[in-house]
Nanobody
Framework: QVQLVESGGGLVQAGRSLGLSCAAS????????MGWYRQAPGKQRDLVAG???????YYADSVKGRFTISRDNAKNTVYLQMNSLKAEDTAVYYC??????????????WGQGTQVTVSS
């Protein structure tokens, strides 16, 4: 069984920084893409940032220049560094990973979600 466990998040003032991390554990053979989504109250879940296994990154326009995604493949961990936070960044943040397990199964996994609240 493979799972994602997120850490980080919390309450921060606008303009400050916050970091999130998400570690995959279990019977993992390889991980392809990893990324972060967020969902604000009453809104759909949107992709914030993604990273392929080769290091190609994607960012939503709303976070370009402020957020940085990175990953440590040896630790099966993805990070999201969020700088210059704005009130509109307030949401529950979910990590996701495209995992191939040791039984050859292909899974798209989600973390449990972590709340990020930015006070203005």
């Amino acid at each position: 069984q493979v799972q994602l466990v997120e850490s980080g998040g919390g309450l921060v003032q606008a303009g400050r920084s916050l970091g999130l991390s998400c570690a995959a554990s279990g019977s993992i053979f390889s991980i392809n893409s990893m990324g972060w989504y967020r969902q604000a109250p009453g809104k759909q879940r949107d992709l914030v940032a993604g990273m392929s296994s080769s290091g190609i990154t994607y960012y939503a326009d709303s976070v370009k220049g402020r957020f940085t995604i990175s990953r440590d493949n040896a630790k099966n961990t993805v990070y999201l560094q969020m700088n210059s936070l704005k009130a509109e960044d307030t949401a529950v943040y979910y990590c996701t990973a495209d995992v191939v397990d040791r039984q050859g199964g292909h899974q798209t996994l989600w973390g449990q979600g972590t709340q990020v609240t930015v006070s203005s």
